[in-house]
């Protein structure tokens, strides 16, 4: 029987519920306000959730203290000016769509929202802005066709043009950008007005790049000091509660020494760094903080000795227990694959993929053990593990 094509009107109607369904996902507060208006489902692609926009709001609060005045420059739906809005005194909003302005207006009178001054303009070097304490912005990634952009100065709006303006307004600008973007690279274009980077992970999974740029830090005696900036790896949970912060400084990993861990032993602990650690690349620090060993320079595992306490591993690695370690070869992965059918697979520092790997292995997965291929200074390693 032929299948019954939907009518344009219900093809509608069921993209409108998708969106309403993102939108509540993302922001949990929004959930039972009526009529909240969603133009576009890139505004919802593009909106911050609720647990990157509180930390945002937080970290402005920690920054800026007291009651301050806040200028986002790309509104767009409003989850960032909403969440600036409940510890600022004012926040001044620029939103450069009709369409997005209007919805995002009606939405904050829906949300009781009295202290955002939303102005329907494009932020240009022409745009006279306001004087605030801090300015923030979020530029759109894409080009006119929809495609991708990496350069700051491929960004809407560019905010290489618009710093030495914003400078004369605000002492502090919040930037945020792509979480692929490249650290020393954003280092060496922005220079020594960066203040602080803040990498911002949700449930382990890395969402935003903060950059806290300063007018001052660049006046500072010592603005070229390898100490700047700081960076802070940030993992927080779904209501934007910081499950643990890591927090050093460039020089700080430039003059630590790896310690290399030659030989695991079953029962001693691995550890898988996540997502926001390994952005921050501070791999030989780990060593020299939680006094762990690195199974090789280029190998991001760590051992820790059993029996040693796993509470402060928690906010920033995954745990297991080593249960075999195994060479690599062809005979060891036939066994291994036949001995572990369901085992998780990850390949580290080998040249083949984890999910080669787990096909040479045979595994389909979902079991408690996970095995780790990977390179040791000498050798290759298979490591059978399993949840502590």
Same mark, same amino acid.
């Given at each position: ?11 509608l109607e069921e993209s409108k519920d998708e969106a309403r369904r993102k939108i509540m996902r993302k922001i949990p507060s929004w959930n039972g306000i009526e009529g909240i208006e969603l133009p576009s489902s890139l505004s919802i692609e593009q909106c911050s959730s609720e647990a990157t926009a509180i930390f945002k709001a937080s970290l402005a609060k920690e920054i800026l203290k007291g009651k301050p005045v806040i200028c986002d420059l ?23 769509? @009709? ?119 660049? @006046? ?169």
């Amino acid at each position: 029987m032929k299948k019954q094509k939907k009518s344009f009107s219900i093809l509608l109607e069921e993209s409108k519920d998708e969106a309403r369904r993102k939108i509540m996902r993302k922001i949990p507060s929004w959930n039972g306000i009526e009529g909240i208006e969603l133009p576009s489902s890139l505004s919802i692609e593009q909106c911050s959730s609720e647990a990157t926009a509180i930390f945002k709001a937080s970290l402005a609060k920690e920054i800026l203290k007291g009651k301050p005045v806040i200028c986002d420059l790309t509104c767009g739906l409003g989850a960032d000016s909403w969440a600036f809005s409940r510890i600022a005194r004012q926040v001044i909003s620029y939103e450069r769509s @009709d369409t997005l302005s209007s919805a995002t207006r009606s939405n904050f009178a829906k949300l009781g929202i009295s202290n955002v001054e939303l102005r329907c303009e494009e932020v240009s070097i022409s745009t006279v802005f306001p004087e605030c304490d801090m300015f923030y912005a979020d530029p759109a990634r894409r080009d006119g066709l929809g495609k991708k952009v990496f350069l700051l100065e491929d960004c809407t709006p560019d905010i290489t043009l618009l710093l030495p303006v914003l400078f004369t307004r605000a002492k502090t600008i919040m930037l945020k950008l792509s979480p692929m973007a490249d650290l020393t690279m954003l280092t060496s274009r922005l220079g020594p007005i960066i203040r602080e980077m803040h990498i911002v992970s949700v449930k382990s999974e890395v969402k935003e790049l903060l950059c806290i740029l300063s007018s001052c830090t660049a @006046d500072e005696p010592n603005a070229e000091s390898t100490d700047k900036p700081t960076i802070f790896a940030t993992d927080l949970d779904e209501n934007g509660s910081d499950l643990g912060t890591f927090r050093f400084s460039p020089h700080e990993e430039a003059i630590s020494r790896i310690n290399i861990c030659h030989t695991p032993h079953p029962g001693d602990i691995l550890l898988e760094p996540k997502a926001a650690i390994m952005k921050t690349g501070a791999f030989k620090l780990l060593c020299q903080r939680f006094g762990i060993g690195k199974i090789a320079p280029t190998t991001h595992l760590y051992i820790a000795p059993a029996g040693q306490p796993t509470e402060e591993f928690l906010p920033f690695f995954k745990i297991f227990v080593i249960s075999e370690i195994r060479e690599f070869c062809g005979r060891t992965i036939k066994e291994l694959g036949e001995g572990y059918p369901h085992a998780e697979v990850s390949a580290k520092n080998l040249p083949l993929s984890s999910e080669e790997l787990q096909r040479k292995l045979n595994s389909k997965g979902g079991g408690p053990y996970h095995i780790f291929g990977c390179s040791a200074p000498s050798t290759r390693l298979l490591i059978v593990t399993r949840k502590p």
